[in-house]
């Protein structure tokens, strides 16, 4: 999964001279090894930090970059767990999970939206454009980075290669949940494994413990009590889901 979010993410990045796809999946490793063992999700931080340097671009852009990656990763889940949702019963804090989820979305694409038009149809942002060059403020400048860094849908060739490659990223670490599952003795059609995958990685966007050790364990038991999983085989399978990439990336 960290491998094409890697790729995806570099697709999301406006700069003159891009680092290849081995930094960015490199600082996405370091960015979730520094996640597992520091509470909240300092490696975000970090990782656009970093990129920053990297590429010479100021650090307002790059963590915005930062942003709309991540944004992309919950728009995704996001249409996985309603595609999964007509095959599993529906409690209260689903539902109400589902509701959150469908509003930040669309925040997510209006906020994009909005930064697609005053970038490429105001006259304040065609202007804005240039300041990362020419202008010596410091806020001005961030501003600028801020606003080019949130213009991906301006380049739709890139925005659909990130689509593409957020797709991919996600089958592989639902196929990775199916496999794990299978190997603790749990047997979950589709739509039953792309629900749990969808519930707990939701789940795991909001800044929690290190590594979402003890979130990541109560996510997978609610979620599989809804397809019908006992306590003690949805704990094992948070447990050996975790270690499948926790170990791995630290």
């Not at 996405?28 to 990297?54: C, E, F, Q, S």
């Not at 529906?90 to 970038?119: E, H, M, R």
Request: hydrophobic share 55%; charged share 10%.
């Amino acid at each position: 999964l960290m491998v094409f979010q890697g790729f995806r993410w570099r697709h999301l990045v406006e700069a003159g001279q891009k680092p290849g796809n081995p930094v960015f999946v490199a600082l996405m490793l370091v960015g979730g090894a520094i996640t597992n063992v520091i509470p909240g999700r300092p490696g975000d931080v970090a990782r656009g930090i970093w990129l920053a340097r990297i590429s010479r671009i100021p650090v307002a852009r790059s963590l915005t970059s930062v942003g709309v990656d991540r944004s992309m990763d919950v728009v995704t889940i996001f249409v996985l767990l309603l595609i999964s949702l007509p095959f599993v019963a529906k409690p209260d804090w689903l539902v109400n999970l589902v509701i959150v989820t469908g509003v930040l979305t669309l925040a997510a694409a209006a906020t994009l939206a909005a930064a697609w038009w005053y970038t490429n149809r105001s006259a304040g942002g065609l202007a804005r454009k240039g300041l990362a060059r020419t202008d010596r403020s410091w806020v001005r400048h961030q501003l600028s980075g801020i606003i080019r860094g949130l213009s991906v849908l301006s380049r739709p060739r890139d925005f659909g290669a990130a689509l593409g490659l957020s797709a991919i990223g996600w089958g592989c670490a639902i196929f990775a949940g199916w496999l794990v599952a299978s190997a603790v003795g749990i047997h979950l059609n589709a739509a039953s494994i792309i629900f749990v995958i969808g519930v707990i990685s939701l789940g795991s966007a909001i800044p929690s413990s290190p590594g979402m050790i003890g979130t990541y364990q109560w996510l997978a038991v609610t979620s599989m009590a809804v397809v019908g999983v006992g306590g003690a085989d949805a704990l094992a399978f948070s447990v050996l889901s975790q270690a499948t990439w926790y170990i791995p990336v630290t």
